[in-house]
């Protein structure tokens, strides 16, 4: 399955990129299997997806869980929490 991942403020930063588009291996179904396949890059990302820090997914606009399904096209975002005023 083919799906866009993007990335806002500080994992933007972190990651060095706003985007991308990953091919995943037949394993990954959720939210869950995602963030571990990235994690298990390393590095920054073990350090920013590791499951003492706060992050939001979206899958096509709606926040997710890690139970989300995913889905072939699937537009992932992963972002900080946000605050307004």
Do not use: K
């Not at 992050?55 to 605050?83: W, Y």
């Amino acid at each position: 399955m083919q799906i866009n991942l993007l990335y806002f403020a500080r994992l933007r930063e972190a990651f060095q990129t706003g985007q991308e588009t990953l091919t995943l291996p037949d394993s990954i179904q959720n939210v869950a299997d995602l963030v571990a396949h990235l994690s298990a890059r390393g590095g920054i990302w073990a350090n920013e997806l590791a499951a003492n820090q706060v992050f939001r997914v979206a899958v096509d606009q709606d926040l997710a869980d890690f139970s989300t399904p995913l889905h072939e096209g699937a537009e992932v975002a992963i972002f900080p929490p946000v605050t307004g005023g």
